[in-house]
């Protein structure tokens, strides 16, 4: 084993070392366990598109167009922020893991119950009181 | 995969195959939302095929990359030079907030 094998970290160039920034490779295990959990958020926020896909697609008559126009829409852009707030949630952990640094909290999860909760209330409500 | 060269207890807790896993459910999670585009066919007309393709491309992109990443992953880690991968979890999060984008613009104006 030379040099470069026990510190890999030193070769990174280009978006890779500007997105990670420095810092020591992490214990395989965790970096993929990283990747894992970016890939469920990933998949949370095709749950949410598909809700509101779906919602479009198939509520047809059960809501009033704006309320049904209006819900799929929400939950589109809840799935969009959760991609997005996945991937920077992602880069944050790994730039923490290659410090040695607490990992950051996950503010992801209670817009994802919120968001949740938001659409299933104004869904109840629509149908209890239209 | 040659299991004399991949087999060994490099990696005893086949991270890479729990990894691919989740990879092939992220896929399969695309081509679901691709089917779902398509029944937005009736209301919002042929457009609906370019959302479908774009979920789908991007299940494709998976499926194409999965033995790759599997092997390159296998051989890094039994010879202790893994590295975290950038660019799939950056283009991943783009294809989707894109796709969302999209449909938001199917919903609103078409």
Do not use: C, K
Not at chain 2, 50 to 70: C, D, K, M, N, S
């Amino acid at each position: 084993m030379t040099e470069n094998d026990s510190q890999p970290s030193t070769q990174r160039t280009g978006l890779s070392a500007r997105v990670l920034g420095g810092g020591i490779e992490p214990d395989p295990r965790f970096t993929l366990a990283n990747e894992r959990t970016f890939l469920a958020w990933i998949r949370t926020a095709l749950a949410f598109l598909a809700g509101g896909v779906a919602l479009e697609a198939f509520a047809g008559d059960v809501f009033p167009a704006p309320v049904r126009t209006g819900l799929a829409i929400a939950l589109l852009l809840v799935g969009m922020v959760i991609a997005a707030g996945a991937t920077v949630r992602w880069i944050r952990i790994e730039r923490a893991m290659r410090h040695s640094l607490p990992l950051p909290l996950p503010w992801l999860a209670p817009i994802l119950a919120a968001g949740a909760a938001v659409a299933t209330g104004v869904m109840v409500g629509v149908l209890l009181f239209r | 995969m040659n299991p004399r060269r991949h087999g060994r207890a490099a990696d005893p807790g086949l991270q890479p195959e729990r990894t691919t896993l989740a990879w092939n459910r992220t896929l399969v999670s695309f081509v679901v939302v691709a089917a779902f585009f398509l029944r937005w066919g009736p209301e919002h007309g042929a457009v609906v095929v370019v959302l479908f393709g774009a979920a789908l491309a991007v299940a494709l992109g998976i499926w194409l990359t999965q033995r790759p990443r599997y092997a390159q992953r296998t051989e890094t880690i039994a010879r202790n030079l893994h590295r975290a991968s950038v660019g799939a979890p950056l283009l991943l999060g783009a294809a989707v907030v894109l796709l969302g984008t999209a449909a938001l613009v199917v919903v609103i104006a078409l």
